[in-house]
């Protein structure tokens, strides 16, 4: 199948050719290279496999004129094309492996290879003019030269018509006032229908349409000049199927496509195989290049009897065509015309460049200025990020939808209509599971089918992640559309009303078919999905300037509640050591030293669950009201009670773990109580250190616990070391290693200071912040 040519219209499966279409395809991306599952050559194409057809080495061409393949430098045909007798009276073995004087005659062949030999581009020096004699009389021929990798060049020769002598001057002139017209027109519909006219008027083509390509190479006629009494296709739209890749692939590089009579007869290459490679000649290039015999019978049915597009780029990427159909016999416009016809396309792919980039430029200019609003009236550290992206301007200026939910820093607001909460949550779990920073859809009901989403709220989203599960959502409702297909692009059948004999219906595939098009949004812009951009970046600087404001702070806090020094005893001997999580994170570790007034000594160790300015300061209140009650006398046992009190009734959503150690430094009798925390370790002069005999009880933050006493003696000798989880915590390994490891390092410590314990066992090993006290007895 010939794919490479939209001419054939047609619609659904039964468009084998047909002229897909666009609204920009700025952000289309196509296949550089051939499919890598095309049919093997020599297969036979059918409706099924047609699709897959390499037709960038059909094997043959259309017969309005004669391909050379010449060896270079010695300028000897290795292959050429069968009708070489028809058109120019030669025999194919009294031309092979010959001179291409024996082709052409020597006059002609002396400036074929002045030209290959003088200039690098040839396409610019196209047509070399000639004149063949052909049994004893003088035609007119143009040659076009096209040199191929490997030292091939390509010679195709066209019976020349029209004026001569062709040049580029001639061509510009024959479309100067058109180009004029394209440069005048200040919209793109304007654009659309001005060079539909001037290719009609140029090529003489009795249809010639214009057709754009959406994002996912459905197509739709935009402009549209035709005879009189022809049925118009202005309007209709065509499925993605039409053109498949490696079609898609031959237009980027060849832009101009004729069939001049589609009842044409292939004329194969001799031979079929290049001798010196191996393998069949890419016509990828070529302009007699033959097409599919299963398009040119679909041409046949629907009436056309030429056929000519042109492409259109955009960066060098396709994104619609101008195709040209003729019904009142074979049409061969020349050389020239077909150049110039290639030339307005070129122009117009220009202009509308220039007016996609003008429209997108006011367009980024626009949000832009919207943009730098709401990114001033977020700096202000005093208020919430909130409010400042609901203010005015507020997020709905920025990126256009029907309402925006924001959540960020622990608030959450929203503007304008949006789903209920927990459709909110889920399409933000949806976005964080794509792994991209932003995350968008048009149609939100198919990619969370289990909800019962209001499509009339939200039928498309476009999420900013943000770090730690905040996000940006905007929605958009449900946007109902009619669709015009010409024909039903859904229906796989092949229609046969007109007869066994005819596989191919244009009738049926040309009956206007009616879609209503459900559940889906408004499609998300590129430049609103550049403003989305835009925003995400400021607001992850914004939170990261405010968070690391924040944790110096919650640092500052942390620092100042630690002791500013511990007690100096006398036969005791008492060290502490306190090291930040990794990055400098403020987490909830706490300790404390102090002697009461009978001159007891109290030891204490603490750690609130999670990191940052609220746990340092939920850390501050249970260190305070900790330190007061056991300065008031409190057993450890009914300090650790009465804050657990404290923190259910004040602090409902703290949670915390603590150690309490009361001691007698003349007995060395100790009183002493845990929550939830890792249990102190005794020291000696054993190999392996013990856990101190303390009862373990719940953590502080679980309502109606209760805490368990514990006493011993640390006799003269023995010590005990206090710690946090963060000194035997290690990523991807269990805590009961951790444990086992500080156990033989404490074992045989003696008198080893808590500086020295981090050192031997967590330096460079934990992400958590550690403390270790230790206290011996001399």
Same mark, same amino acid.
């Given at each position: 199948?010939?794919?490479?040519? *939209?001419?054939?219209?047609?619609?659904?499966?039964?468009? !084998?050719?047909?002229?897909?279409?666009?609204?920009?395809?700025?952000?289309?991306?196509? +296949?550089?290279?051939?499919?890598?599952?095309?049919?093997? @050559?020599?297969?036979? !194409?059918?409706?099924?496999?047609?699709?897959?057809? *390499?037709?960038?080495?059909?094997?043959?061409?259309?017969?309005?004129?004669?391909?050379?393949?010449?060896?270079?430098?010695?300028?000897?045909?290795?292959?050429?094309?069968?009708?070489?007798?028809?058109?120019?009276?030669?025999?194919?073995?009294?031309?092979?492996?010959?001179?291409?004087?024996?082709?052409?005659?020597?006059?002609?062949?002396?400036?074929?290879?002045?030209?290959?030999?003088?200039?690098?581009?040839?396409?610019?020096?196209?047509?070399?003019?000639?004149?063949?004699?052909?049994?004893?009389?003088?035609?007119?021929?143009?040659?076009?030269?096209?040199?191929? *990798?490997?030292?091939?060049? $390509?010679?195709?020769?066209?019976?020349?018509?029209?004026?001569? +002598? &062709?040049?580029?001057?001639?061509?510009?002139?024959?479309?100067?006032?058109?180009?004029?017209?394209?440069?005048?027109?200040?919209?793109?519909?304007?654009?659309?229908?001005?060079?539909?006219?001037?290719?009609?008027?140029?090529?003489?083509?009795?249809?010639?349409?214009?057709?754009?390509?959406?994002?996912? #190479?459905?197509?739709?006629?935009?402009?549209?000049?035709?005879?009189?009494?022809?049925?118009?296709?202005?309007?209709?739209?065509?499925?993605?199927?039409? !053109?498949?890749?490696?079609?898609?692939?031959?237009?980027?590089?060849?832009?101009?496509?004729? @069939?001049?009579?589609?009842?044409?007869? *292939?004329?194969?290459?001799?031979?079929?195989?290049?001798?010196?490679?191996?393998?069949?000649?890419? $016509?990828?290039?070529?302009?007699?290049?033959?097409?599919?015999?299963?398009?040119?019978?679909?041409?046949?049915?629907?009436?056309?009897?030429?056929?000519?597009?042109?492409?259109?780029?955009?960066?060098?990427?396709?994104?619609?065509?101008?195709?040209?159909?003729?019904?009142?016999?074979?049409?061969?416009?020349?050389?020239?015309?077909?150049?110039?016809?290639?030339?307005?396309?070129?122009?117009?792919?220009?202009?509308?460049?220039?007016?996609?980039?003008?429209?997108?430029?006011?367009?980024?200019?626009?949000?832009?200025?919207?943009?730098?609003?709401?990114?001033?009236?977020?700096?202000?550290?005093?208020?919430?990020?909130?409010?400042?992206?609901?203010?005015?301007?507020?997020?709905?200026?920025?990126?256009?939808?029907?309402?925006?939910?924001?959540?960020?820093?622990?608030?959450?607001?929203?503007?304008? %209509?949006?789903?209920?909460?927990?459709?909110?949550?889920?399409?933000?779990?949806?976005?964080?599971?794509?792994?991209?920073?932003?995350?968008?859809?048009?149609?939100?009901?198919?990619? $969370?089918?289990?909800?019962? !989403?209001?499509?009339?709220?939200?039928?498309?989203?476009?999420?900013?992640?943000?770090?730690?599960?905040?996000?940006?959502?905007?929605?958009?409702?449900?946007?109902?559309?009619?669709?015009?297909?010409?024909?039903?692009?859904?229906?796989?059948?092949?229609?046969?009303?007109?007869?066994?004999?005819?596989?191919l219906s244009p009738r049926k595939s040309f009956e206007r078919w009616r879609e209503t098009v459900r559940q889906r949004s408004d499609p998300w812009t590129p430049s609103e999905i550049e403003s989305a951009e835009g925003?995400?970046?400021?607001?992850?600087?914004?939170?990261?300037?405010?968070?690391?404001?924040?944790?110096?702070?919650?640092?500052?806090?942390?620092?100042?509640?630690?002791?500013?020094?511990?007690?100096? $005893?006398?036969?005791?001997?008492?060290?502490?050591?306190?090291?930040?999580?990794?990055?400098?994170?403020?987490?909830?570790?706490? &300790?404390?030293?102090?002697?009461?007034?009978?001159?007891?000594?109290?030891?204490?160790?603490?750690?609130?669950?999670?990191?940052?300015?609220?746990?340092?300061?939920?850390?501050?209140?249970?260190?305070?009201?900790?330190?007061?009650?056991?300065?008031?006398? %409190?057993?450890?046992?009914?300090?650790?009670?009465?804050?657990?009190?404290?923190?259910?009734?004040?602090?409902?959503?703290?949670?915390?773990?603590?150690?309490?150690?009361?001691?007698?430094?003349?007995?060395?009798?100790?009183?002493?109580?845990? %929550?939830?925390?890792?249990?102190? #370790?005794?020291?000696?002069?054993?190999?392996?250190?013990?856990?101190?005999?303390?009862?373990?009880?719940?953590?502080?933050?679980?309502?109606?616990?209760? #805490?368990?006493?514990?006493?011993?003696?640390?006799?003269?000798?023995?010590?005990?070391?206090?710690?946090?989880?963060?000194?035997?915590?290690?990523?991807?390994?269990?805590?009961?290693?951790?444990?086992?490891?500080?156990?033989?390092?404490?074992?045989?410590?003696?008198?080893?200071?808590?500086?020295?314990?981090?050192?031997?066992?967590?330096?460079?090993?934990?992400?958590?912040?550690?403390?270790?006290?230790?206290?011996?007895?001399?």
């Open positions: 199948m010939d794919y490479g040519q *939209p001419e054939g219209l047609a619609v659904g499966h039964y468009r !084998i050719d047909g002229i897909g279409g666009a609204t920009g395809g700025e952000n289309v991306s196509v +296949p550089q290279d051939q499919p890598d599952d095309l049919v093997p @050559i020599g297969t036979p !194409i059918d409706l099924d496999n047609c699709a897959r057809e *390499p037709i960038h080495i059909p094997g043959s061409i259309q017969p309005r004129g004669v391909l050379a393949v010449v060896r270079e430098p010695d300028f000897t045909v290795r292959q050429v094309s069968a009708n070489v007798g028809q058109m120019l009276g030669r025999s194919v073995d009294a031309v092979l492996g010959r001179q291409l004087s024996e082709l052409i005659g020597p006059d002609q062949a002396a400036k074929v290879q002045k030209a290959a030999s003088t200039f690098g581009d040839l396409r610019q020096r196209n047509p070399i003019e000639c004149d063949v004699d052909v049994n004893g009389q003088r035609r007119p021929f143009d040659a076009i030269l096209r040199r191929e *990798p490997g030292g091939v060049l $390509l010679v195709e020769l066209e019976v020349a018509y029209g004026e001569r +002598p &062709y040049s580029f001057p001639n061509t510009y002139q024959a479309v100067r006032s058109s180009v004029e017209d394209l440069n005048r027109a200040d919209s793109l519909t304007e654009l659309y229908d001005t060079i539909a006219r001037a290719v009609r008027d140029l090529t003489g083509f009795d249809r010639v349409m214009v057709y754009r390509y959406d994002e996912d #190479y459905n197509g739709e006629v935009v402009a549209e000049t035709k005879r009189d009494d022809l049925n118009s296709f202005l309007g209709l739209h065509y499925p993605a199927t039409d !053109i498949p890749a490696q079609a898609r692939a031959l237009y980027e590089k060849n832009w101009i496509r004729l @069939i001049s009579d589609v009842n044409y007869t *292939p004329a194969p290459l001799v031979p079929a195989i290049d001798p010196e490679v191996g393998a069949p000649l890419d $016509l990828t290039y070529a302009t007699l290049r033959s097409v599919s015999p299963i398009h040119v019978e679909y041409l046949q049915n629907m009436g056309v009897r030429a056929s000519m597009s042109i492409s259109l780029l955009r960066h060098g990427r396709l994104w619609g065509l101008i195709a040209c159909h003729h019904y009142s016999g074979p049409h061969l416009p020349p050389f020239g015309t077909r150049v110039a016809a290639e030339f307005l396309g070129s122009t117009l792919s220009l202009r509308l460049v220039d007016q996609f980039e003008d429209d997108e430029l006011h367009r980024r200019l626009s949000a832009q200025a919207v943009l730098s609003s709401l990114t001033a009236a977020t700096m202000d550290d005093g208020d919430t990020l909130v409010s400042g992206l609901l203010g005015k301007p507020d997020l709905l200026d920025l990126v256009p939808a029907d309402g925006v939910v924001v959540d960020i820093e622990g608030h959450r607001a929203s503007r304008g %209509a949006v789903p209920p909460p927990e459709v909110v949550s889920a399409v933000a779990a949806w976005a964080r599971n794509g792994n991209d920073d932003i995350a968008r859809t048009e149609k939100l009901s198919q990619e $969370l089918p289990a909800l019962d !989403i209001d499509t009339e709220v939200a039928s498309g989203a476009l999420v900013l992640n943000l770090p730690d599960g905040q996000h940006v959502a905007w929605f958009r409702r449900e946007v109902l559309r009619s669709v015009d297909w010409g024909g039903d692009p859904h229906n796989k059948a092949i229609a046969v009303s007109e007869g066994d004999d005819v596989r925003l995400r970046r400021h607001l992850v600087e914004s939170l990261y300037r405010r968070t690391r404001g924040a944790l110096r702070v919650a640092d500052l806090l942390q620092r100042s509640l630690l002791p500013q020094s511990i007690p100096t $005893l006398r036969d005791w001997q008492l060290s502490a050591h306190y090291k930040p999580a990794a990055g400098d994170r403020v987490g909830g570790d706490w &300790y404390d030293a102090f002697e009461l007034r009978d001159g007891r000594l109290v030891v204490l160790l603490g750690d609130v669950a999670g990191h940052g300015v609220t746990v340092a300061g939920t850390m501050a209140q249970l260190r305070n009201a900790l330190r007061a009650q056991l300065f008031a006398g %409190a057993t450890p046992a009914e300090a650790l009670t009465q804050l657990n009190d404290f923190c259910v009734h004040l602090l409902p959503t703290a949670f915390a773990t603590a150690v309490v150690v009361r001691v007698d430094l003349d007995s060395g009798l100790v009183e002493a109580a845990c %929550a939830g925390h890792l249990m102190p #370790y005794v020291t000696n002069s054993v190999p392996v250190a013990v856990p101190a005999p303390i009862q373990l009880s719940a953590p502080i933050g679980v309502k109606g616990a209760s #805490y368990a006493p514990s006493a011993f003696t640390v006799d003269p000798g023995y010590g005990l070391v206090l710690y946090s989880d963060g000194l035997v915590e290690r990523r991807g390994e269990s805590i009961d290693d951790g444990l086992e490891r500080l156990a033989k390092t404490l074992g045989g410590a003696g008198d080893v200071p808590a500086s020295s314990i981090w050192t031997a066992m967590a330096s460079g090993h934990t992400d958590d912040d550690v403390t270790i006290v230790t206290l011996r007895r001399l």
